[in-house]
């Protein structure tokens, strides 16, 4: 066989090595004709070049075995909301029982029976989440399969404002703006929705687009002007939409002081009722609430996928989130790509004002937004900024909310542990290394691999 030369040195050139590094070298090259030979497989028996990569990873298998993709799976950003949401309803559980009598009581001879504390613990925690869980989604005492079902009916209706607008936060986190004000882009929503809905009188159908087209671009103006706001004049978006939600709230209060949206002969604070034809239909029946607000969040769920992973206009999104100078060298108006999202954030928060009147409430008061609009925050930060996570993040704060009041009446557990559930769910959610830090899953710093070089074949692990 031929001796093989390296293309750096010239034959006449190529240094002189002892006999002990001449076998070393020998085996080297013995083992990398045994790596080529196994890789020939792979490349079109010898045709081509093998490839430095490994012949397992060219296969799809990864480096570590099934030990590797497990670790990744379960320190991967899915995973860390899971946990979190765990870590949450643990310190929620252990609050709970710091204020249960039965508690206090077995603390006094802890030393003593140390077990009758932590059963007393463990009993406390379970039955108020067991009352939350009848009270959210089955609740096996029911007079019947409706009255069962009932609390995951309320769970939707009260999670179908929340995902819209946590889907218009999420939205604006995509493209790297802070959309804090959700909150009054709900209420203005619900003022020009509650007006055509009570003032107009139209055929059904149409008065109902009406109600809602009203809502959305309510929305969209009060986030598009935002937007504008910070493409202009550079203002920080999170100081604008703070100051945009005070601003609508008391323009609703000023509204309702008036007689175009005061209820006749009320002195409260109240609009009139809407028009029947003005309000969402109820798709199950008149025994739930629920509302076609639930179908239409589905449908912007997957209008807001469609439109991040999809189309043009949300590549350019991303792209101005990940990096705004990189994207305008690139040629894509930021500008108008921040008027644009924060608008369209705007009406998807909008959704959420027209579900509240008229879906659930069919007035309009100055609670109309509630909470929804800070909740939202925290929806897009479970969901992690996804369309499908931040449905599902919907969904368990509904949850939280619709079980709240069944747990308070059945163990005596105030609904403000729900918010402070809700509030640990953030902090750890912020903090993902200490999640995983908890839980044992920071990922493995993996060596860097050492990589061929002059020609020469890369050394293996069992390569002197």
Do not use: C
Not at 54 to 74: K, M, N
Not at 80 to 85: D, I
Not at 280 to 308: D, E, K, M, N
């Amino acid at each position: 066989m031929p001796e093989q030369h390296s293309p750096e040195h010239a034959p006449d050139e190529q240094p002189a090595t002892s006999p002990r590094a001449q076998g070393g070298q020998n085996g080297a090259d013995a083992a990398a004709g045994e790596q080529t030979a196994a890789v020939a497989v792979d490349t079109a028996g010898g045709a081509m070049q093998p490839s430095a990569v490994p012949a397992t990873a060219q296969s799809g298998q990864l480096p570590g075995g099934s030990e590797t993709v497990l670790r990744r799976i379960f320190t991967g950003s899915g995973m860390v909301s899971v946990l979190a949401v765990l870590l949450a309803l643990i310190l929620g559980g252990l609050l709970i029982a710091s204020t249960d009598k039965q508690v206090a009581t077995t603390v006094g001879y802890f030393f003593a029976r140390p077990t009758d504390m932590l059963t007393a613990v463990w009993n406390a925690a379970t039955r108020s989440y067991i009352a939350l869980f009848q009270g959210s989604v089955f609740n096996p005492r029911g007079n019947g399969t409706a009255a069962q079902f009932a609390p995951f009916m309320e769970t939707l209706t009260v999670a179908t404002p929340l995902i819209t607008a946590g889907l218009g936060v999420a939205l604006a986190f995509r493209a790297g703006l802070f959309n804090i004000g959700a909150q009054g882009q709900i209420i203005v929503a619900g003022i020009l929705a509650a007006w055509v809905g009570f003032a107009l009188h139209l055929p059904v159908g149409l008065h109902l687009l009406l109600v809602l087209a009203a809502g959305i671009i309510g929305g969209a103006l009060w986030g598009g002007l935002a937007g504008l706001l910070k493409a202009r004049t550079g203002a920080h978006e999170v100081i604008l939409t703070i100051m945009f939600n005070y601003i609508a709230l008391y323009f609703l209060r000023y509204l309702l002081n008036t007689p175009a949206f005061q209820r006749p002969g009320e002195s409260n604070p109240i609009s009139p009722i809407l028009d029947p034809s003005a309000v969402y239909p109820q798709i199950l029946g008149s025994q739930y609430r629920l509302h076609l607000g639930f179908i239409l969040a589905i449908g912007a769920t997957v209008l807001v996928w469609w439109l991040l992973n999809r189309s043009t206009v949300g590549f350019e999104f991303r792209a101005v989130g990940a990096n705004p100078q990189a994207a305008q060298t690139a040629g894509i108006n930021v500008s108008r790509s921040t008027i644009l999202v924060m608008a369209i954030a705007g009406g998807l928060a909008g959704m959420s004002g027209v579900a509240q009147v008229a879906g659930t409430e069919k007035v309009l008061t100055d609670g109309v937004a509630a909470t929804y609009g800070f909740d939202a925050i925290t929806v897009a930060l479970l969901g992690r900024s996804t369309p499908w996570g931040t449905f599902a993040a919907g969904l368990l704060f509904g949850a939280f909310r619709a079980g709240a009041v069944q747990m308070q009446i059945q163990t005596g557990t105030p609904i403000d542990i729900v918010l402070v559930v809700q509030s640990l769910i953030v902090l750890f959610i912020a903090a993902p290394p200490l999640v995983r830090a908890i839980f044992g899953l920071n990922p493995r710093r993996r060596k860097p691999a050492r990589t061929a070089k002059s020609g020469q074949a890369a050394t293996t692990g069992g390569a002197a």
